[in-house]
């Protein structure tokens, strides 16, 4: 268990809809970030907060926003669902480290089907 | 940021150790070296990291070479449960891709009976 809780597990949803998934970091870890592992593309990294603001963007569709809360809980919002959005999508959480590497824990993921 | 070459997959018997290669030849001075697994389609696990020196943990012994090209993950007495893709990963150093993880296809570890 690394301590990053996601919700729901699973989501099944139509084309067209928007969906939210939820993420908590470990106690302590000021940044989020949000993955995403399709079957053709692999885990790819889409976004990373710290302390609530935007510090990294990846390859992440326009119809894809996340915010991080005053609590530090994440939420990630896809809108206009495709059928290429069904995939695996994973938080992770990290604490920043003084001139060294922020080791990232991932938490164990969100798996949305769009029918 | 560093590319990563690792074998598409690799054999191991039970209780042997395995040793997972990774190539990072354009690996810059104050990049670091991490190893991740992923258990079926559960969250990537980490498992340990290093710059320099080898380093070793409770899971397992990262060997980086002196000119820092490539790096092998060892473990030292497999078990079923260590069937597993492991991405070995090159952080980028602060900047504008700071915190960005880049997962290449990594090895498939089958670990036999």
């Not at chain 2, 380093?55 to 397992?60: S, V």
């Amino acid at each position: 268990d690394s301590g990053v809780t996601q919700t729901p597990k699973h989501l099944i949803t139509a084309t067209g809809q928007r969906v939210t998934l939820r993420c908590s970091p470990r106690s302590g870890d000021l940044s989020v970030y949000w993955y995403q592992q399709s079957l053709d593309q692999g885990l790819q990294f889409l976004i990373q907060y710290y302390n609530g603001e935007e510090r990294a963007k990846g390859n992440i569709l326009e119809r894809f926003s996340a915010q991080q809360f005053p609590d530090l809980h994440s939420e990630l919002n896809l809108s206009s669902l495709e059928l290429g959005d069904s995939a695996l999508y994973f938080c992770a959480s990290s604490v920043e480290v003084a001139g060294g590497r922020d080791t990232q824990y991932f938490g164990p993921g969100t798996r949305l089907t769009v029918l | 940021d560093a590319k990563t070459t690792q074998p598409p997959s690799m054999d191991c018997a039970e209780g042997r150790a395995a040793n997972l290669p990774c190539n990072h030849s354009t690996i810059s001075g104050n990049e670091y070296v991490y190893w991740y697994r992923q258990i079926h389609s559960q969250g990537p696990q980490y498992i340990i990291h290093g710059l320099k020196n080898n380093e070793t943990n409770e899971m397992a012994s990262l060997i980086i070479t002196e000119d820092r090209k490539s790096s092998t993950l060892i473990l030292p007495h497999a078990t079923l449960r260590d069937t597993a893709v492991y991405y070995c990963i090159v952080t980028p150093a602060r900047g504008t891709s700071y915190g960005k993880l880049t997962f290449g296809q990594g090895t498939i570890l089958t670990v036999h009976p």
